[in-house]
């Protein structure tokens, strides 16, 4: 059993190393008590810059305000008409969240989602609609589009080994299938209701299809 | 009215919005219909009583335009689509199909999670909102001169 004989690091202190804050003895210090998890703290300050790194990369360090001399003068007046106001006593966590969520614009932006959620079933609802794909093989790229033109969905298997040509591809017409017995065994009928061929499932819930051997149904 | 009370309205009006309504009929999907083909795409010229039915024949042409002639190799109608059990469209000793109903909608369109089985390799698994008169179509692999195409109709 590995037991830790150093202390854990001062929180300010690993905050400063992993920003490259700490020299000196501080820094000599700080490392001989991570020395026994040297390995893992380089790990945490390896993270840690490449989160800071993503998000400096995707994240904008400012934001121009919209009508940036409206928006300072709408400041520079809303300082002016508290200056005289007495400052309210500090609300609780849980009244600050009940006023915010009684709140009118709160309620009106649950009114927004809900609405957007309804209209956005609705166009849903136009046509065929895939969700996700996923193909267990690796080599196979699954892409899908709607076809306006023929209102159609569309799933395009791309990678997939193209079947010999001396191979007979066999159809079938069938009219039903009905499950029978044990779980993934099934009947399968043609359009005269006569019995077509049996399926049952292997271990890997792949389908082996048999020929009718009408004595043992 | 309390803000409460409306709170409690707003939170039950979204959550009706985002859970599909099922219309099961014990262990059956209530007038759920699915039929499922598998479709030759080539230049080749195809005999009459093996070409689809117009209207399927023209959503294939406006979809995969590189090729002339759409031969229906195989076909099957499962008037039953049971919510308890796994479903089979076997058009073929070769491609089939099985799904599970996740549900219908008040639209009618149903919902399912479906597999595209290959002999015993299943080439996708999909999640789909199957939605009537349109059309499911599924771009499988190469054979000789043509594709060979998965169709799947919600009827």
């Given at each position: 059993m590995n037991i830790k004989t150093n202390p854990e690091p001062n929180e300010e202190l690993l905050t400063?190393?992993?920003?490259?804050?700490?020299?000196?003895?501080?820094?000599?210090?700080?490392?001989?008590t991570i020395a026994d998890d040297r390995e893992m703290y380089d790990a945490m300050r390896e993270e840690a810059k490449g989160l800071g790194n993503m998000m400096r990369a995707n994240f904008a360090s400012s934001v121009e305000p919209p009508y940036p001399d409206f928006f300072n003068s709408q400041i520079q007046k809303h300082i002016r008409d508290g200056m005289d106001e007495k400052l309210p006593e500090k609300a609780s966590i849980g009244s600050q969240i009940w006023s915010w969520f009684r709140s009118p614009f709160t309620l009106a932006a649950a009114a927004a989602v809900a609405l957007l959620l309804t209209f956005n079933r609705q166009q849903d609802e136009s046509h065929t609609l895939v969700s996700s794909t996923f193909s267990p093989n690796p080599n196979v790229v699954a892409t899908s589009f709607f076809s306006e033109d023929a209102n159609a969905?569309?799933?395009?298997?791309?990678?997939?080994?193209?079947?010999?040509?001396?191979?007979?591809?066999?159809?079938?017409?069938?009219?039903?299938?009905?499950?029978?017995?044990?779980?993934?065994?099934?009947k399968f009928f043609d359009d005269d209701n006569q019995l077509a061929f049996v399926m049952e499932t292997n271990s890997f819930g792949a389908p082996v299809i048999s020929s009718i051997k009408k004595d043992s149904i | 009215m309390s803000v409460r009370f409306v709170t409690f309205l707003f939170a039950m009006l979204i959550s009706i919005a985002c859970s599909p309504a099922e219309e099961k009929v014990g262990s059956q999907v209530k007038d759920a219909k699915v039929w499922g083909a598998l479709i030759f795409a080539s230049d080749d010229e195809v005999p009459e009583k093996s070409r689809p039915t117009k209207d399927l024949a023209k959503k294939l042409a406006k979809v995969f335009k590189e090729?002339?002639?759409?031969?229906?190799?195989?076909?099957?109608?499962?008037?039953?689509?049971?919510?308890?059990?796994?479903?089979?469209?076997?058009?073929?000793?070769?491609?089939?199909?099985?799904?599970?109903?996740?549900?219908?909608?008040?639209?009618?369109s149903m919902n399912l999670m479906l597999k595209l089985w290959q002999d015993e390799k299943v080439?996708?698994?999909?999640?789909?909102?199957?939605?009537?008169?349109?059309?499911?179509?599924?771009?499988?692999?190469?054979?000789?001169?043509?594709?060979?195409?998965?169709?799947?109709?919600?009827?």
């Amino acid at each position: 059993m590995n037991i830790k004989t150093n202390p854990e690091p001062n929180e300010e202190l690993l905050t400063r190393w992993i920003d490259d804050d700490l020299f000196g003895q501080e820094l000599i210090d700080f490392e001989a008590t991570i020395a026994d998890d040297r390995e893992m703290y380089d790990a945490m300050r390896e993270e840690a810059k490449g989160l800071g790194n993503m998000m400096r990369a995707n994240f904008a360090s400012s934001v121009e305000p919209p009508y940036p001399d409206f928006f300072n003068s709408q400041i520079q007046k809303h300082i002016r008409d508290g200056m005289d106001e007495k400052l309210p006593e500090k609300a609780s966590i849980g009244s600050q969240i009940w006023s915010w969520f009684r709140s009118p614009f709160t309620l009106a932006a649950a009114a927004a989602v809900a609405l957007l959620l309804t209209f956005n079933r609705q166009q849903d609802e136009s046509h065929t609609l895939v969700s996700s794909t996923f193909s267990p093989n690796p080599n196979v790229v699954a892409t899908s589009f709607f076809s306006e033109d023929a209102n159609a969905t569309v799933i395009v298997l791309e990678g997939l080994d193209a079947i010999p040509d001396d191979r007979e591809i066999v159809g079938k017409n069938i009219a039903t299938y009905m499950p029978s017995g044990a779980p993934g065994f099934g009947k399968f009928f043609d359009d005269d209701n006569q019995l077509a061929f049996v399926m049952e499932t292997n271990s890997f819930g792949a389908p082996v299809i048999s020929s009718i051997k009408k004595d043992s149904i | 009215m309390s803000v409460r009370f409306v709170t409690f309205l707003f939170a039950m009006l979204i959550s009706i919005a985002c859970s599909p309504a099922e219309e099961k009929v014990g262990s059956q999907v209530k007038d759920a219909k699915v039929w499922g083909a598998l479709i030759f795409a080539s230049d080749d010229e195809v005999p009459e009583k093996s070409r689809p039915t117009k209207d399927l024949a023209k959503k294939l042409a406006k979809v995969f335009k590189e090729f002339k002639t759409f031969e229906q190799l195989g076909q099957h109608t499962q008037g039953i689509v049971f919510s308890d059990y796994q479903n089979w469209v076997v058009p073929s000793d070769d491609f089939n199909l099985n799904f599970e109903s996740k549900g219908t909608t008040k639209e009618g369109s149903m919902n399912l999670m479906l597999k595209l089985w290959q002999d015993e390799k299943v080439l996708v698994k999909t999640d789909v909102t199957l939605k009537k008169g349109s059309p499911l179509f599924i771009k499988g692999p190469k054979w000789r001169n043509g594709r060979l195409i998965f169709v799947l109709v919600l009827e």
